[in-house]
Antibody, heavy 116, light 111 residues
Framework: QITLKESGPTLVKPTQTLTLTCTFSGFSLTTSGVGVGWIRQPPGKALEWLAL???????RFSPSLKSRLTLTKDTSKNQVFLTMTNMDPVDTATYYC????????WGQGTLVTVSS | QSALTQPPSASGSPGQSVAISCTGS?????????VSWYQQYPGKAPKLIIY???KRPSGVPDRFSGSKSGNTASLTVSGLQAEDEADYYC???????????FGGGTKLTVL
């Protein structure tokens, strides 16, 4: 059974750095072809792809957010970490992690609010 | 990075068929057979219902089908049921520099 779960702060202040953790089970990020991606959804708005890390540590980032994003993984703990710098109120959204590259399975999402 | 274009809304009566379009360009939808569709209920995470244009994951009813012509992909829901009322998002691979692009979403209403 494949599961993913996002964790991290629910509230961050403008200009702060956000770090989210995706903890997964039921698959291995050492398996060829496997990746974990991050997608966000502002309240009432559409999905937006952010980033994806592959089993071989290859990484892909949204061109519009590339300068603010960092992705790392800890395969021994089945975790992926997303860091986003210089947070702004427009970054308020539910952040999802998902099994890539097709995004077959999704976590429940975590709502991050950016406010002073 | 431009989002793929979907109609904001679509509707149909139970038993009818409805098609939802997803328009991109030759550098995403038209250039690759990596179009996916996701179903999302309010307050829930999206669920993959179509991948690689027309393939269904295990457990997805065959009432859901996908196709593509040129730069436009389509999701068709046949034999509409009340439970199909949800938001639907398309997504496409956009090359190495634009790995995944999502559409703006379509709210499907079952009348």
């Amino acid at each position: 059974q494949i599961t993913l779960k996002e964790s991290g702060p629910t509230l961050v202040k403008p200009t702060q750095t956000l770090t989210l953790t995706c903890t997964f089970s039921g698959f291995s990020l050492t398996t060829s072809g496997v990746g974990v991606g991050w997608i966000r959804q502002p309240p009432g708005k559409a999905l937006e792809w952010l980033a994806l890390i592959y089993w071989d540590d290859d990484k892909r980032f949204s061109p519009s957010l590339k300068s603010r994003l960092t992705l790392t993984k800890d395969t021994s703990k089945n975790q992926v970490f997303l860091t986003m710098t210089n947070m702004d109120p427009v970054d308020t959204a539910t952040y999802y992690c998902s099994l890539g590259p097709t995004f077959d399975f999704w976590g429940q999402g975590t709502l991050v609010t950016v406010s002073s | 990075q431009s989002a793929l274009t979907q109609p904001p809304s679509a509707s149909g009566s139970p038993g009818q068929s409805v098609a939802i379009s997803c328009t991109g360009s030759s550098t995403d939808v038209g250039g690759y057979n990596y179009v996916s569709w996701y179903q999302q209920y309010p307050g829930k995470a999206p669920k993959l219902i179509i991948y690689e244009v027309n393939k269904r994951p295990s457990g997805v009813p065959d009432r859901f089908s996908g196709s593509k012509s040129g730069n436009t992909a389509s999701l068709t829901v046949s034999g509409l049921q009340a439970e199909d009322e949800a938001d639907y998002y398309c997504s496409s691979y956009g090359g190495n520099d634009n790995f995944r692009i999502f559409g703006g979403g379509t709210k499907l209403t079952v009348l």
